[in-house]
């Protein structure tokens, strides 16, 4: 079980870094879509928010290093829980104790998924309504179900 675990985590990491690495490669397009999110630009179902339209560069680029930020950051966690723990099998105090950075990262990743895009980007700045927002809230939710699973498994071990 303890080498199936390693690897779903190592996976994750992987899943985090090729997202900031993506993001990172495309940022003029990865700017745009934080831009369209911030500025609600395509929210034809609900015209009016409780959240105000924010379309100033520097906020949009602090929302996209946030972002950024925290794809590399779970990422690292990850991986360094990864790596901690493949040095760790055979030893079950150990390989708990190893997983502590996986489960760091992975509640890190539960907070950008399910809290800052679910909430806030889908709820709040309403990208629910958007074309862009159908695949990025599926996205999100899919790599936050992907991260809770393997916090819970890294739980009950």
Known sequence: MEI????????????????????????NQAYDAVTTVFGQ????????????????????????????GMELAAGLLLGWGAIAMLGALGSPADFAAAGEWAL???????????????????????????????????GAFSSGVFSGLVMLLLLSL
């Open 4 to 27: 199936i675990v390693t690897a779903l985590v190592a996976f994750l990491a992987l899943h985090h870094l090729i997202y900031a690495a993506q993001n990172l490669f495309n940022l």
């Open 41 to 68: 630009d395509d929210a034809p179902a609900y015209p009016n928010s409780i959240m105000p339209k924010i379309r100033h560069p520097v906020l949009v680029w602090f929302g996209l290093i946030v972002i950024i």
């Open 104 to 138: 760091l990262g992975c509640g890190l990743a539960l907070i950008l998924w399910f809290g800052l895009f679910l909430t806030l980007a889908s709820a709040l700045f309403q990208m629910w309504q958007m074309q862009l927002g159908e695949g990025a809230t599926r």
